[in-house]
């Protein structure tokens, strides 16, 4: 409704957040895990099917009437610009780019209000449905949508143009200085059709209140959107289920003249608590009724979890936890930010599963609402926080980026995974009125969470509710203000390649060590979140000279490093037993005087051998990493060094049994060539993609970090390969991606290499069946 819109303006200006520069208010309510339920008028339909692209823009190409003749025919998410993994000028993906869709509505979708959804578009997005010119979205990390309704076709053809601007606009966050990652273009996030009703709910925070009392509660605060009175009472109806079993309904007047509605769930009885070690979820469904007739309904997903920082730390549920865990940019070789749904999630799993971390940070932008749906199911803590590097720009640069603190928030509010909203341009300078504005807004909008903003000034002002600190100091500077984090430490002071020689990964193994550690020194520290996760690109002022930061303690593909061995071994042994050496097996790739085994591990002794000599016993190394929960074991094997050479045989040990062995070859020979699919089985659907890893071995499977050779790669079926091919290897490793085409069947992909011979994997790809329908 137009005076639903201007309060909403009104409450904006109150808190700050300006509106300049944007053409369209945006409705910021997309969100993956909304879906279409119960006998509601809402549609929502997958537009990521069907899209014709353009790397040029060609006159007249926004118009209905276009020969669309050398257009591609692409799926979203999708990249302007297919690149190498590494050595590439971001200006090949730096120009603006056309997209055309056709579409025809159903019969059942009419007449009623149509939006259009975009998830994200890279930088800046022109959008013209048959001809008319909706407006402009300037910003590529946060989501937008325009009314299509006066402008739609509902009996023919439909064509929506977007114009992309993938350029580095300098009035666009976090552009107008230097920023150490790349951008790239396009179409990246999903895109959807939304069919509502007159008046319909644009949004809905489900927030739950006291989780920790018997008065445990859910509070719904409901956002209405309305055209025109529809001329009977309207009531909304909030339900908190646990699958198909109901735990509360409560149902509450409408007053159309208010900008929200409130409806609290109570007398919930016993309640799961969401944590890490058992992320609970829950389901709400909001539905709004005319004179008793369900006419439009918004789901979520919601956990019950208290968490808090404190002087004493970071508590969750009432218990103290140490936070440790890494950085994550969602850039991916090849195609940039454009990868679907699987891909996103398994970023999530790899953080949480294989490397146990227990939180991440959205370096340095809001992230995929795929990944964060994987956050909430694997008990992965996320501190989410707006674009931006450094810079700060004008007072219309400084508007746009107040409301991406709205569109984050209001985009991502449901999700427990997230305790802490970054409200500050990562490591910029001290901005008294902008971020006065950024912390209101976000208090006023969720008060449930507290702020934090990234520094790297140790006295800067703080504003914000958590001193978050980028210290890459070691040791640490001691915490300054009672809630403190530390948000980035190793990273660029200590980049580290897959193949560098056997003290350059140790010790890059050993800092994080170090400083987790510390941390665990003091109840101070809250935690660390470590730089970074994963290799990724950047600019030419700020990469190894092939556009690459090795600053992750996994490399671009995702495959573990030695260093990410260490957050691994801090899980529990029932949850994992890990045993990862910090180095690779060979005599000569070491100066005479190192000597040093470090061990990454939860077992309680080790066992070393070379050949079938007992070379050194460990426990792990309390002196110098006690604050650890499973302190690494560092040991000297300058004795076994001398002696005769052989294969490193490691045996692990919990209360006196053998629990697990590692072997590594003495041999200094490429034995076998392994690939693996992170899946078996994907989607039919053109979009979905698996990772497909690559490595030379040792005979015990151990990766050979100089094997370099091309591995050449052929495929069968309804599948496609995404990168390089051939591929050359790098430290031992890669990865390429399976894309499916439109129909089912196996996909076949064979790697092949000159000496090693050939592997063969195959994939099922299943019948594409989508929940809300696609156009």
């Known amino acids: 409704m137009l005076k ?104 059942e979708a009419g007449p009623r209000r149509v939006f259009i959804d975009f998830g994200a578009v890279m930088t800046a997005a022109t959008v013209w449905i048959n001809g008319q010119r909706l407006g402009e979205y300037r910003g590529g990390y946060t989501p937008f949508s325009f009314e299509l309704t006066p402008h739609i076709n509902w009996k023919g053809d439909n064509v929506l143009a977007v114009e992309v601007d993938s350029t580095e606009r300098k009035d666009i966050p976090p552009f107008g200085g230097e920023i150490d990652y790349l951008t790239f273009g396009g179409i990246y996030r999903d895109v959807a059709l939304r069919v509502v009703p007159n008046t319909f709910i644009e949004n809905a925070f489900a927030k739950p209140v006291d989780v920790l009392s018997p008065n445990r ?66 389901q709400v469904s909001v539905k709004l009724s005319a004179g008793g007739r369900v006419i439009d309904q918004y789901d979520t997903r919601i956990g019950f979890r208290d968490a808090r920082f404190t002087p004493q730390g970071f508590f969750l549920n009432g218990n103290h936890l140490k936070l440790r865990g890494l950085n994550r940019h969602q850039t991916f070789p090849f195609v940039g930010q454009a990868m679907p749904a699987r891909v996103q999630r398994r970023d999530a799993w790899i953080l949480r ?105 140790y006295d800067s002002e703080l504003l914000e509710d958590v001193m978050t600190m980028n210290d890459f100091q070691i040791p640490l500077r001691q915490p300054n203000h009672p809630l403190y984090l530390n948000t980035e430490f190793i990273g660029h002071m200590y980049p580290t ?80 037993i890990v045993l990862e050496p910090a180095f690779d097996w060979s005599r000569g790739d070491r100066n005479e005087s190192f000597n040093v085994a470090m061990i990454c591990s939860n077992c309680e002794h080790l066992k070393i051998y070379i050949g079938n000599r007992l070379v050194a016993e460990a426990d792990p190394d309390v002196t110098n990493f006690g604050n650890l929960a499973h302190p690494p074991f560092v040991t000297n094997i300058r004795d076994g060094l001398r002696g005769p050479w052989g294969d490193l045989k490691i045996e692990g040990y919990i209360a006196g049994k053998l629990v697990i062995t590692k072997m590594m070859s003495g041999k200094g020979v490429d034995q076998q060539l392994l690939i693996e699919p992170d899946d078996r089985e994907l989607i039919g659907d053109g979009i979905d993609a698996t990772r497909l890893v690559m490595k030379v071995t ?13 591995v050449a790669l052929s495929i069968t079926g309804p599948g496609e390969i995404i990168g390089e091919n051939p591929f050359s290897l790098f430290g031992g490793v890669g990865a390429v991606w399976i894309k499916t085409k439109q129909s089912m069947g196996i996909i076949k992909v064979t790697a092949k290499h000159a000496e090693l011979g050939s592997k063969t994997v195959e994939i099922v790809v299943k019948a594409f069946r989508p929940a809300g329908g696609t156009l």
């Open 217 to 282: 509660r859910v509070e719904a605060r409901v956002f209405l959107d309305e055209t025109k009175s529809i001329g009977a009472p309207l009531t909304l109806t909030a339900e908190l289920r646990d699958g198909d079993r109901m735990i509360a309904s409560q149902t509450s007047q409408v007053n159309t003249r208010q900008e929200s509605h409130d409806v609290t769930l109570s007398s919930l009885g016993a309640i799961d608590l969401w944590s890490i070690d058992r992320p609970k979820l829950y």
């Open 4 to 107: 639903k819109k201007l309060d909403r303006r009104r409450f904006l200006k109150a808190s700050g957040a300006g509106l300049t520069g944007l053409t369209l208010l945006p409705n910021l309510s997309f969100n993956a895990s909304a879906q279409t339920r119960g006998t509601s008028e809402r549609r929502i339909y997958s537009l990521n099917h069907g899209w014709l692209y353009s790397d040029k823009v060609v006159t007249g190409a926004t118009k209905s009437a276009f020969n669309e003749v050398g257009f591609q025919r692409v799926t979203i998410p999708h990249t302007n610009k297919l690149l190498p993994w590494h050595g590439f000028d971001d200006k090949d993906y730096e120009f603006v780019s056309i997209y055309r869709k056709h579409f025809r509505l159903p019969t």
């Open 698 to 710: 040792d005979e015990y499977k151990a990766v050979r970090p100089f094997a370099n050779a091309a």
């Open 497 to 576: 390649k897959r193949n560098d020689n056997i003290e350059r990964i140790t010790e890059h193994t050993m800092r994080h060590a170090r400083v987790h550690n510390q941390i665990g020194s003091d109840k101070r520290y809250a935690g660390g979140i470590g730089w970074c996760a994963f290799d990724y690109n950047t600019h030419s002022n700020f990469c190894s000279g092939d556009r690459i930061c090795y600053h992750g303690v996994a490399d671009i593909f995702r495959v573990p490093k030695p260093a990410a061995g260490f957050y691994k071994s801090q899980c529990d042994p029932k949850e994992e």
């Open 353 to 457: 599963k294989d490397l146990h971390c227990n939180i991440v940070r959205t370096s340095h932008y809001p992230q995929s609402p795929h990944f964060l749906d994987a956050c909430d199911e694997y008990g992965l803590l996320v501190l989410e926080e707006i674009p931006g590097w450094q810079h700060v720009g004008d007072q219309k640069w400084q508007d746009l980026s107040v409301s991406y603190v709205e569109a984050m928030i209001r985009r991502d509010w449901n999700h427990p995974a997230i305790v802490l909203w970054g409200v500050r341009v990562n490591e910029s300078q001290d901005y008294h009125d902008f971020y006065t504005r950024t912390n209101k807004l976000a208090r006023a909008l969720d008060d449930s969470r507290q702020t934090g903003g990234i520094r790297y000034k």
